[in-house]
């Protein structure tokens, strides 16, 4: 009877030996004495074990940390019906408790600023550059706060702050549209309203307007003031505005120009002119507009009211 090979197994490690709870950890160690493919088992006796397959004699496998405390790692290689164990520990350090209040605010005209506390043991960064434990903000958006404590271990915590709001809408009484001539022109207005009392952050601001198949948009950057189609002269702010990205002159983004804002309450306008080019006589399609998501709050505090749609009509 010819018994197996016993593997061998030395060197086990792990890349740190104290480190954060939900760090990731990577352990390597040496195989031997085997031929081709070996099973292996890590596993601390708490969290789910790793297991696989292997080839390589430098053993390396990377797991995510949990719970806390001292911890003992073993990993079992099995080869030909043959096993050999190795043991290694390491110390898992908990997170820093951390909570903030509130958890979220509105700043208005008659609260223009709000104040943000963050509580736990440890020292406070918070994204403005802050470091005490209580801030006041005075601009909408989404703030943060790490919490690092004695053992170099962090836990972060997010409040959003709403604050301006924009919705939009699009000026075009007469939409319909010839299939030739100055007739299979329209202009029309796309006017920006700040509802939510406050002013948007300067130079951010960004909308989209899409304009549907067999039909053109031109935005003249130096307008002031634009005939809108069966409505009446108005003035608008072009030069507020810079195309940032042009589809097929479909669809057009729009960017804010640095320094430019709108004020608490207010509005800009922007001027359009559409042209009918190949869409089929009768049918129906509409002009879409949006205000895009902003994510970071500092000029739209308020995803819901952000689209508007007309519809149009070709002769």
Known sequence: MINSPIPTLSNLSASSATLCAGSP???TATVGNVSGSYNYTLANGTSPALTGTATSTAFSQSLITTDSGTQTFSLTVGSNGQTITAATTLTVNTLPSLSVSPTSATLTNASPATTLTATGTGSFLWSTGQNSSVISVTA?????????NANGCSSTASVPVTGSDLTINIDLPQANFAASGTASVGNFVVNVFEVGGLPTSSGNVRITIT???????SFPPSLTAIQVTGGSLTPINNAQWTVSTNLANRQLTLTMASGAFIGAGGESSLGFSMTRTSANSGSVSSITVNVADDL???????????VYARVISGL
């Open 25 to 27: 950890v990577t352990f």
């Open 140 to 148: 909408s958006g989404l703030y943060s706060v790490t919490l690092t």
């Open 211 to 217: 304009a549907p198949v067999g039909y053109t948009l």
């Open 296 to 306: 970071t709050m500092t000029y739209d505090g308020n995803l819901a009211n952000n």
